[in-house]
């Protein structure tokens, strides 16, 4: 009986450890993804910059061309 008590202990052991880790994982996983999406957002941020100065740049070329001409 004693055993019998010891094994499902055991089992009722295993079980709560594998719940009490769960939340820990998806924890994990969510900052990862918030750390993804902010890197996402920045890399987006700074690409628009860029687009805007090449803009600025060919802007300011097309200007240069027609005072000079």
């Known amino acids: 009986m004693n055993h019998v008590l010891a094994t499902e202990n055991e089992g009722l052991r295993e079980e709560v450890k594998q719940w009490v880790q769960q939340p820990t994982a998806s924890q994990r996983q969510l900052e990862e993804a918030k750390r993804h999406f902010t ?3 920045e890399l987006k ?10 803009s600025a ?4 070329a ?6 000079t001409a």
């Open 39 to 41: 890197r996402q957002l």
């Open 45 to 54: 941020r700074v690409s628009k910059v860029a687009v805007e100065f090449e």
């Open 57 to 60: 740049l060919d802007e300011q």
């Open 62 to 67: 097309t200007s240069t061309q027609k005072i």
